[in-house]
Each structure stands twice: as structure tokens, then as C-alpha cells.
């Protein structure tokens, strides 16, 4: 099962999540992975914790994941339709949009190699996370449409293997995406008022997708967010280190981690 920390920029993701994966860990193997293309999670984790593999997901490495699982099938695309050589790949690789589009694919995997019984997913910034998500919707929706176009073009192409791909790539996308439905999002925030005007944002944003906030997570507070927030994390003193394991207690104390593992053994059940 997946776990996802969305919000703004600043919020304590990364501080909640390393918490999470930590509690996780004590009752299962668990991938503690970041999507931010400046991630800082081995400065939290300079060596993996017992039962945590810290997996970066940096723009560089995606772009080269990328051209290693779908550079030959683009290639071949493109060849049925001009004279390419190879070396755009490197150019498409490095195209907006592509790293961040194949990023997800790559986390959803993570899940799906069940290398791991949890998956914990420190995204980056909300608006990098949103249109993270908002790209893989759009490769969905598009891929059924490019299908039927090319099923126009057919008789003028004349190759049924660009067909073969789109079918194969439609059906990734169509995976992909429902396995992302499936992931719990948690919303983190703090309680100053544009935290949480962003943070309900954010909300609103995932829920026209089809995806649901299962709970939100208020950092640093001292008394509590105002309105109906599940969890409340006291502010903490101490190295960033200090911080983690601080708030990993916490979450402990306060049943998320037990939570979070019974869901788990629930969606396996």
C-alpha cells in the first residue's frame, strides 16, 4: 500500500513521512521514497534504517529510466513515421513534462515489485505534486484518444506496431492510474491561515480528480489546527534527526501508525 504526503511547500512532509516510514518499519519492509527533484531525505537518513530503503527519485535518473524502458518502443514509433536517429531520445528525455510524468509510474511500481510491504511517498511542493498528477490524467485520457486517431491513420502508416505500443502504453496508464486512486493521500499543513487555505485547496484540487484526503496532518502546532483535523503534531526542538523519530512517536501514541498498518493488511486481505 502506498501512502502519500501532499501539501505546500514548508509544511513538514518530509519530517511526517520519514516519522511514518519509521513506525511502518517495525512491522514491515518499507520504501521511503521522494518526489521532489530536490529531495532531502538522505541528509535525514544518511544510512538506511533497519527495514528502510530512502529511494530519491532525481529528474536526471528519471529522464535515463525512461529512455531505458520506453526508448526503443519511441524510437521504433517514430521511425514508422520520419527519419529519426537515436540521440533524440535524449532530447524527448529531457522535454517538460516527460521525468514528471514517468516519475509516478516509477513509485507505483515500487509498490507493485512487493519488494516492499509499505510505500511511503514524501512529495514535492503542492503545486509540483499537483501537476504531477494532473499530467498522468492527462496521459490517461489521451492515450484512448490517440488510439482512435491512429486507427484512422492506419491504412496511411501502414505499421501495425505503433498500434501495438499505444495499446500497451494505454493499458499502463489505465493501471497506473487506478493504482494512484487507490493510494492514500494525507493532507499536511500547519496552522497559520495560508497553510490552510492551500492546504483545503489542495483537497478540493485532488477531489475533482477523483481522489480523496483520507486525513490531515497538523504540524508544528501547539494547541491544535482550528476545524476537523484528525491529527495534531506538536512543534519540536532538536536536529532535523531529532525532529523525525520525535514526531514518529507521537504518531505512534496517537494510533496512525497502527492505522495505517491495518489498512494495509486489510487491502492484502
Not at 519530517?15 to 516510514?21: P, R
Not at 487555505?197 to 482550528?226: F, H, P, W
Amino acid at each position: 500500500m502506498i501512502f502519500a504526503f501532499v501539501g505546500k511547500g514548508g509544511v513538514g512532509k518530509t519530517t511526517i513521512a520519514s516519522a511514518t516510514a519509521l513506525g511502518l518499519s517495525a512491522t514491515g519492509k518499507t520504501a521511503l521514497v521522494s518526489s521532489d527533484f530536490m529531495p532531502s531525505l538522505r541528509y535525514l537518513f544518511p544510512s538506511n534504517p533497519k527495514n528502510i530503503e530512502v529511494i530519491e527519485l532525481g529528474q536526471k535518473e528519471v529522464a535515463e529510466r525512461w529512455k531505458e524502458t520506453y526508448g526503443k518502443e519511441v524510437v521504433t514509433v517514430l521511425k514508422n513515421l520520419f527519419e529519426v536517429e537515436d540521440w533524440v531520445l535524449d532530447h524527448i528525455a529531457e522535454s517538460p513534462g516527460v521525468a514528471e510524468e514517468f516519475m509516478i509510474s516509477n513509485i507505483m511500481e515500487l509498490d507493485l515489485s512487493r519488494k516492499y510491504e509499505y510505500v511511503v511517498w514524501d512529495t514535492a511542493a503542492s503545486s509540483s505534486t499537483m501537476h504531477l498528477i494532473f499530467l498522468q490524467k492527462e496521459f490517461y485520457d489521451h492515450l484512448s484518444r490517440d488510439v482512435k486517431i491512429y486507427l484512422k491513420l492506419r491504412d496511411t502508416v501502414r505499421s501495425d506496431k505503433i498500434l501495438s505500443l499505444l495499446e500497451r502504453w494505454r493499458t499502463l496508464a489505465t493501471n497506473v492510474w487506478k493504482q494512484l486512486l487507490s493510494t492514500r493521500f494525507f493532507l499536511v499543513t500547519t496552522g497559520d491561515e495560508l497553510s490552510m487555505v492551500q492546504a483545503y485547496q489542495i483537497r478540493d484540487d485532488l477531489r475533482k480528480m477523483g481522489i480523496e484526503v483520507v486525513s490531515t496532518i497538523c504540524n508544528r502546532v501547539s494547541t491544535g489546527c482550528k476545524g476537523n483535523m484528525k491529527i495534531n503534531v506538536p512543534e519540536t526542538r532538536g536536529s532535523a534527526r531529532d525532529i523525525v523519530y520525535s514526531v514518529y512517536r507521537h504518531l505512534e501514541d496517537n494510533g496512525l501508525i497502527r492505522q495505517l498498518q491495518e489498512a494495509a493488511s486489510d487491502q492484502k486481505a
